[in-house]
Nanobody
Framework: QVRLVESGGGLVQAGGSLRLSCAAS????????MGWYRQAPGKQRELVAD?????NYADSVKGRFTISRDNAKNTVYLQMNSLKPEDTAVYYC?????????WGQGTQVTVSS
């Protein structure tokens, strides 16, 4: 059974930084994409950053967030700098292996003004 465990969320002041981690355990093969999504209250879940054949960022985080991955550890990271109150959301990692999407349980990021 595949399990994704996220960590690194928390409360930070505007302008601060956080680093999220997501580690996948279990039998997972043929990973072709690893990424981060977020969902703010009352809003739909949206892509933040994705690392697959190419790396993509939401326009709102370009230049502030950096996605990276350690394929040997099946782990994906999201370095978030210059955080803004509008970055407040639950952040979810997603790993796509073949045609299957695996999701983490979510980690709360709160940015105070």
């Amino acid at each position: 059974q595949v399990r994704l465990v996220e960590s690194g969320g928390g409360l930070v002041q505007a302008g601060g930084s956080l680093r999220l981690s997501c580690a996948a355990s279990g039998s997972i093969f043929s990973i072709n994409a690893m990424g981060w999504y977020r969902q703010a209250p009352g809003k739909q879940r949206e892509l933040v950053a994705d690392s697959g054949p190419s790396t993509n960022y939401a326009d709102s985080v370009k230049g502030r967030f950096t996605i990276s991955r350690d394929n040997a550890k099946n782990t994906v990271y999201l370095q978030m700098n210059s955080l803004k109150p509008e970055d407040t959301a639950v952040y979810y990692c997603r790993i796509r292996a073949g045609i299957v999407n695996y999701w983490g349980q979510g980690t709360q990021v709160t940015v105070s003004s």
